[in-house]
Structures are given as structure tokens and as C-alpha cells.
């Protein structure tokens, strides 16, 4: 015989307190912290990695407008968490040197491979930022916390977002090797998140 709904047991999680920091929990003030470091170092990746591209594809190619307009909102992405970074004191990652080559490096070499490497290249870093931002989101909203900076994070995944279907939409998983080359910039991507976090 089945049981009715009300004569199962209440799931355990219902009856629990809100959820609290456990011993060897970061306060969120070094989370925070830690999240604008990683944030302001990823865009600024990003627009060296359209440095890169637009460096190697030209002003002249086919898709140098759809290039200088993702370049140009990472651009604001950057100022806004450089203004961040400055309003409160903290420090950029150490990995800033390393990721201005790497980050143009990456855009470059893509670039070179071909337009639809340099869009899967796009693809890859920015569902790895899109991700990143959601779990900074989810975070935020779980201690109800930081508006201004939710509000910066939404307002950039959205372009994120749409620098990802730009991307596909130009071919990005048609460049040979998609699925390797997507991983391995993903695999790179989620290093440097890593390392920006801590360093
Ligand atoms: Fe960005
Ligand atoms: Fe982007």
C-alpha cells in the first residue's frame, strides 16, 4: 500500500536552522575579499585574451565589430572591479603579469588557429566565467549579502551570456577539435580562477 503524502516523514533539512558558519569557515568579509581578487583578475584575462584576437584578426576582418564590442564590455567589466578593488583596499592577484601574457597568448594562438578557434576559444572561457559568477551568486544571496556587488555580477554574467552565443553562433564548435580544445581552455580557465583566488 502506497502511503499519502502527509503520512511520509518530513524531509530531516526542514526542521534544521539556517544554515551557520562551521568552525573553519572564511568569514564572508575574506570571501568577498577573495571574490573580487579572482573577479577583476578574470576580466581582466578576458580582455587580453580580445586583445589577442583582435591583435591577430585585424580591424579589417569580418569580425573585428563583433570582437571590439565583447572587447569593450570587458573593458567595463574591468573598470568596475578595478573601482572595487581601489574603494576597498584590496589587493589584485600577484598573477596579474602572468595573466596579461597568458591571456593574450591564449587569444592570440586561437586567433591564429582561425576565426571559429578564436570563437570556440570565447565559448569555453565564458561558461567557465558564467559558472563562476553563479556560484559567487548563489553564495551572496545564501547570506543575503553584498547588493551592489550581486547586482555588478548579474548584470555582467547576462553579457557573459551573450559573448557565449555570439561565440557559437559564429561557429565556435564547428573549429576541428572543438570538444579537446574547449576542454583544455576550460581546464586552463579553472587553474587560473584557482590560483586568483589565492594568490
Ligand atoms: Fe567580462
Ligand atoms: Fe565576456
Redesign the pocket.
Known sequence: MTKSADQLPKPVLEKQTPARALPGDKPLSDKVESMLRVDHAG?FG?VRI?AGQRAVMGDTHPKAGLLKH?FE??EV?LDKFNKMLTERGVRPTAMGPIWHVAGFALGAATAFMGEKAAMAC?AA??EV?EDHYQEQLDCLEAENAEPELQETIRA?QA??V???EIALQHGAEETPGYPVLSGLIKLGCKAAIEISKRV
Open positions: 576580466e578576458a580580445y565583447m564590455q570587458e567589466h570565447t572561457v565564458e566565467i555582467f553579457e557573459e551573450e559573448h557565449r
